[in-house]
């Protein structure tokens, strides 16, 4: 059962989401994770392994999937503002999504926790088992 509801997307609005989530921000929290894309980009992610999320894209020209390190996610940035949502990983047939919660419509305060995490260590089994676990299930994914 979802309780709460986090529209966002790119600045452009060419990329949007709907994350629905069972919890607040004040449960699931925020995480900066420690590897050199998301500390270029500012990222704070959050994700609700109980909840889902709608992803549309609507020009897929404009889209920039970036894939790096153990190449197991998509980095959903747009081409033309830049902004990055998340990052989306596929397997078996299924997804999972964290979202960044800087390209939410109503952002977090600046001052909301943000805990770091490191990943460095993990194989690609261990780092696709921990996403299935912790991410959020996709729903959706509409490309136009």
């Not at 549309?56 to 999937?65: F, G, I, P, T, W």
């Not at 600046?110 to 770091?116: A, G, H, S």
């Amino acid at each position: 059962m979802t309780t709460h509801q986090f529209a966002g997307g790119c600045h452009c609005g060419n990329l949007s989401f709907v994350f629905e989530t069972t919890a607040g921000l004040d449960v699931l929290g925020l995480r900066a994770d420690m590897c050199s894309f998301c500390r270029a980009h500012g990222a704070h992610t959050t994700s609700d392994p109980n909840g889902s999320i709608r992803i549309s894209v609507r020009d897929a020209d404009k889209l920039n999937r970036y894939r790096f390190g153990l190449k197991t996610a998509d980095f959903l940035i747009c081409r033309d503002c830049g902004v990055y949502i998340g990052a989306l990983m596929e397997d078996g047939g299924k997804m999972w999504f964290t979202v960044n919660a800087n390209s939410f419509r109503e952002k977090p305060p600046l001052d909301f926790p943000v805990v770091p995490h490191n990943f460095d260590g993990e194989d690609v089994p261990g780092r696709i088992a921990r996403r299935k676990a912790k991410w959020t299930p996709v729903s959706e994914l509409r490309i136009a």
